[in-house]
């Protein structure tokens, strides 16, 4: 049976995903920051991660960071769960090694299929930096307005290539 880590400051959120996750057939294990987090980790039997970003002390985000950075546990597969879905905030809890995001609200349908999809895939050190230059590829382009668009993206393109 898969572990899973909660790292959530909110005792309610903590409380409704240990529920969800026991329905599901996981095991859990939760923490209110993320010294505790670091220091579960270090315990081994970790499966997965569900990290949110506003903790006290160091953030969710710089938590991604601490688990990446990490040999004994660079390939966790983490998932960050936070109500504050700016698309900077995506980019940079992808950036930071998050292999999903999952926004607040969400349904139990939502977490468990990406959860499952999550543990199934366990991406590769590889695979997370290139998902992570895809995504921020098309933020770049989506933060483009049409006034500082190139003309022509092939001439654009060809110059930068």
């Not at 990290?51 to 688990?67: A, N, T």
């Not at 980019?91 to 199934?120: C, I, N, V, W, Y």
């Not at 991406?123 to 098309?138: K, L």
């Amino acid at each position: 049976m898969p572990t899973v880590l909660i790292a959530d400051d909110e005792v309610d959120h903590r409380e409704l995903l240990t529920l969800a996750l026991h329905r599901l057939g996981y095991e859990v294990v939760t923490v209110g920051d993320s010294t505790a987090a670091l220091a579960r980790l270090a315990e081994g039997g970790i499966d997965a991660a569900l990290i949110d970003v506003r903790m006290p002390g160091v953030s969710g985000i710089e938590l991604c960071r601490l688990i990446r950075n990490a040999p004994e546990t660079e390939s966790l597969p983490i998932m960050v769960v936070s109500a504050d879905v700016h698309r900077h905030q995506i980019m940079t809890a992808l950036h930071a090694g998050a292999d999903d995001f999952l926004a607040k609200p969400f349904s139990r349908a939502q977490l468990t299929a990406r959860l499952e999809a999550l543990m199934r895939t366990r991406p590769s050190a590889a695979a997370r930096s290139a998902a992570a230059a895809r995504a921020a590829m098309i933020a770049a382009r989506q933060a483009m307005t049409p006034a500082t668009a190139p003309a022509d993206r092939t001439e654009a393109v060809r110059h930068t290539a």
